[in-house]
């Protein structure tokens, strides 16, 4: 069961995230009905570690092995969708693909759990600032060539804390 309440019309979520770079490259995931980026991970499930989570997501929608190689932030993100206030707690790794051939992968990648809508690009670190990626505060940061340990990024106020 994925660590997701909702209390009194609002959504708490406890996710987990990954970054990965290749070739000065990050990959990001993309519902193609959107014009947004984001990182990619999922829900934490119960009894489940956020490293965990990360390899297990990674697995289920790209079917690649990868390996934790540090921990990045922790994250409060808030925002609203589709008239829901959302309250995420978000713990953000660094990975790299186990598999050699995985490694040199440049190509946009597809979901291989049937979420066709789910495309994985990798996008140009030196071109950061062009690309929508949220939540805001990851681009922030990997535009100042530095991970926070703790974010508030709350787009419900339109303010950050670090």
């Known amino acids: 069961m994925d660590l997701t309440l909702d209390v009194e ?5 406890i996710r987990s995230a990954v970054i990965i770079v290749h070739n000065n490259k990050i990959l990001t995931h993309r ?12 829900r934490v499930r119960i009894g489940e570690n956020s490293e965990e989570t990360i390899k297990r997501e990674i697995k289920e929608e790209l079917g690649k092995e990868i390996q934790i190689t540090g921990y990045v932030s922790t994250i409060e993100n808030f925002f609203e ?7 995420e707690i978000y713990f953000l790794h660094k990975a790299e693909f186990i598999d050699e051939k995985d490694q040199k992968i440049e190509d946009t990648m597809y979901n291989i759990e049937g979420k066709d809508y789910l495309q994985y690009e990798w996008l140009d670190l030196s071109k950061i600032e062009s690309y929508k990626i949220l939540p805001k505060c990851i681009k922030e940061s990997l535009v100042c060539k530095k991970f926070p ?8 106020k339109d303010n950050m804390v670090s």
């Open 9 to 13: 019309g609002e959504r708490l979520n």
């Open 31 to 42: 519902n193609i009905n959107n014009e947004y980026y984001c990182i990619p991970g999922g």
């Open 81 to 87: 969708m589709d008239g829901i206030k959302y309250h």
């Open 149 to 156: 340990i703790h974010v508030v990024n709350d787009d419900l």
